[in-house]
């Protein structure tokens, strides 16, 4: 039986990946904070294009979304985001990607990318997020303001974040779903941050809370 069980633990320690050190358990915030805070870098890889997404992910066409993908990837690297494709093992259950405005770091879980719409769809979302770090007036600051007027939002992305986020997220979250889902509408957001050297709210109307966060902040 000793040996039986000797044979169990050896197969898993060959399968298994070990646990980076401060890492209590992978899918866990645990793991998902040493990936954002650059602390957990194996299995992580550096996103400049698309090609590096298909050099991990070789049996997917991402022709469809190919222009629009490159095309974010790049305004991205323009603002100082830095784009990591992450092993599964890193994230929360449920998590396709995670932007962090501390670090300015963005990573995609590499289990959802396969799938061309999901990728393309998280790559949205998430910018947006990087899109909303600039809209506080600079992405070197922690803080995320909202882009759209609430009233702008389909009634349809607001139920939906309804169901899947607390209270307190909702604001920032219902514009980034909407986002995900419209092509080009991220894009047109992160050329406009780049084309005016991180000052977005000198061409698009911020809302009035975030109008008086840029006021109260030197911004305006």
């Known amino acids: 039986m000793i040996k039986v069980i000797m044979a169990a633990m050896a ?5 298994s990946p070990v646990l980076a050190q401060n890492v209590q358990g992978w899918k866990t915030f645990d793991s998902q904070g040493c990936m954002i805070l650059r602390e957990c870098t194996e299995d992580t890889w550096r996103v400049m294009s698309l090609r590096d997404i298909e050099k991990q992910i070789a049996h997917s066409s991402y022709n469809e979304i190919r222009t629009e993908a490159d095309a974010l990837l790049i305004e991205l690297n323009k603002m100082g985001v830095n784009v990591y494709l992450a092993d599964d093992r890193y994230f929360v259950r449920g998590v396709a990607g995670t932007y962090h405005a501390g ?5 995609l879980n590499k289990s959802w990318v396969d799938d061309p719409i999901n ?8 910018a947006w997020h990087a899109a909303q770090d600039a809209m506080a007036g600079t992405i ?12 702008r939002i389909p009634q349809e992305y607001k139920l939906l974040v309804e169901i899947a986020y607390p209270p307190s997220a909702r ?46 902040n030197g911004y305006l």
Do not use: C, Y
């Open 11 to 15: 197969a898993a320690s060959i399968t």
């Open 103 to 107: 670090e300015n770091n963005f990573f």
């Open 119 to 126: 990728f393309i769809r998280t790559l949205r979302h998430e």
């Open 140 to 151: 070197d600051n922690t803080m995320l303001a909202v882009i759209e007027d609430d009233t």
């Open 171 to 216: 604001p920032w979250e219902q514009e980034a779903k909407w986002a995900g889902d419209v092509p080009g509408m991220t894009l047109e957001v992160l050329k406009t941050i780049n084309e005016t050297g991180g000052r977005p709210w000198e061409v698009l109307e911020p809302t009035p809370l975030t109008r008086l966060w840029l006021e109260r």
